[in-house]
């Protein structure tokens, strides 16, 4: 049984203000809508539907936790980049997603799910720019492995670690794909390993 496992939904946050005082540690999940990242949260949880998967890309739009016991929780962040929303709603998340992300001592470290077809997209970039000036790691899951051949991942792949090691080496990075379960046991550790260090 994994860490993961023992995940259960814990609050939903849309506004700064609200954010839970547990005083434990927060691994946060975010990523551009459609890039797979619920699919990727309910696989590593081992749970269907604890994150919400929709047809419609963009609609988790609050903060959503999910405690793991002893004081650590996984955080699923709003989707980026998805066009149909109204321009005050992207704001607002904007707003909350900037400042989490740079403010929030109990967060140690970002999950940034990319699609491996499409990764480090402009705002794949944008987002890696933002988290960057706070030091924590940052692990990026390459999903949707499964669409491209062995190969082909094992080239983007290369591609992509080659320009984080130059660009933020802060970020590690590793091919994933939640309809195949590949690549679940080293997200799991080196998420575990931040939760537990």
Known sequence: MGLFSQAAFYTTVNHIRDL???????????????AGKSSAINTLANHVRLAYTSKTPGRTQHLNYFALGNGRYIVDLPGYGYAK????????WESLLSHYLQHREEL????????????LTE????????????GK??????????????????LTFVKVKAYLAENY????????????????????????GWLTD
Not at 85 to 92: C, D, I, N, T, Y
Not at 169 to 192: M, N, R, T, W, Y
């Open 85 to 92: 929303v109204p321009p005050e709603a992207k704001r607002h």
């Open 169 to 192: 080496p802060q970020c590690s990075v590793q091919v994933f794909s939640s309809l195949k379960k590949q690549g679940l046991d080293e997200a799991e550790a080196v998420i575990a």
């Open 108 to 119: 140690i470290g970002l999950v940034v799910i990319m699609d491996i077809r499409h990764p």
């Open 123 to 134: 705002l794949d970039v944008t987002m890696l720019d933002w988290f960057a000036p706070t």
């Open 137 to 154: 790691p940052v692990h990026i899951l390459l999903t949707k492995s499964d669409k491209l051949s062995r190969q082909q991942a094992t």
């Open 20 to 34: 839970p005082a547990h005083g434990g540690r927060e691994v946060a999940f975010v990523g551009r809508s459609n």
